[in-house]
């Protein structure tokens, strides 16, 4: 593999992945969708805009190169789990030649679920990348956590409720409160398995019972309970999903430390 192209790569996931990639030395072509709510863009744009792999393209104008190995999408993201632009990404993927291209969707732990349907974008872009004869790959994540986590985790919030005296922070249908992996972890986890699987659907496990409560509890403690109510029951997952488990977690106490240092920076540099 010598270049990527990660489709949304100032997003959670996707800028994450940018830099894992950029640190080994890869050529990376990072598609800005401008359409899209960041209030982080600028600050992401100045830690990895020097680097001479990366070039970033606007989703307008991009062409998509015959060059590119891998492909990355993330639906993980509430914009695109509401299947907006479904056209706009189909017509631009429509000139993508996917013989020899490794695809790897990302998609949010709850699509995994057993009985519940998938997106319709999720099901064109798999439909799509098949009759081209390309790879897929589609990676189900649990809450990821870490720095730049999109503010509408609990996570995220709780670090505004503790340091803003902000309202007690809400649980919405985003948050997979079964399991929680940080950001450079499932990063690796990804890409360790995409040099391994060229197709096939996983799903992503810190391995660790409890590990979402844990983070959460670490930030909120006794008022997590009224957030949460009662403890929920692992749902069933869909057949033939894989779970792959992380070699080893970043300790919670460092990783939800990471994720406040750079909160209180992003918070500085707004005043």
């Not at 190995?69 to 030649?97: N, R, T, V």
């Not at 709780?158 to 079964?178: A, D, F, K, V």
């Not at 890409?191 to 197709?199: D, N, Q």
Request: hydrophobic share 40%.
């Amino acid at each position: 593999m010598e270049k990527a192209a990660i489709l949304g790569v100032y997003g959670f996931i996707g800028y994450g992945l940018c830099q894992t990639l950029l640190e080994t030395g890869l050529e990376i072509e990072g598609i800005d969708l401008a359409y899209r709510e960041n209030h982080y863009k600028e600050q992401k744009r100045l830690e990895i805009g020097r680097n001479a792999n990366f070039c970033e393209e606007d989703f307008q104008e991009w062409e998509v190169a015959e060059s590119i190995d891998i492909l990355f999408i993330s639906l993980y993201e509430k914009i695109f789990s509401e299947g907006q632009y479904m056209d706009e990404w189909m017509a631009k993927l429509a000139s993508i030649k996917g013989d020899g291209l490794q695809v790897v969707l990302i998609l949010p732990a709850a699509l995994a679920v057993k009985g519940e349907s998938a997106p319709g974008i999720q099901q064109k872009i798999a439909n799509f990348f098949s009759r081209k004869k390309a790879g897929l790959l589609e990676f189900y994540l649990p809450t990821v956590y870490g720095p730049w986590q999109p503010e509408e985790f609990l996570f995220q919030q709780s670090l505004n409720y503790i340091e803003n005296g902000s309202e007690l922070p809400l649980l919405t249908g985003r948050e997979w409160i079964h399991d929680a992996l940080y950001i450079d972890d499932a990063v690796q986890l990804i890409l360790k398995t995409a040099e391994k699987e060229h197709e096939g659907q996983f799903m992503l496990s810190s391995g660790e019972e409890n590990q979402w409560l844990d983070c959460a509890s670490s930030l909120l403690g006794p008022q997590l309970d009224k957030i949460i109510g009662n403890p929920r029951t692992s749902p069933e997952i869909k057949e033939g999903i894989h779970i792959v488990t992380v070699d080893r977690n970043e300790s919670i106490k460092a990783g939800i430390l990471k994720q406040k240092q750079r909160f209180c920076r992003i918070q500085e540099s707004s005043v």
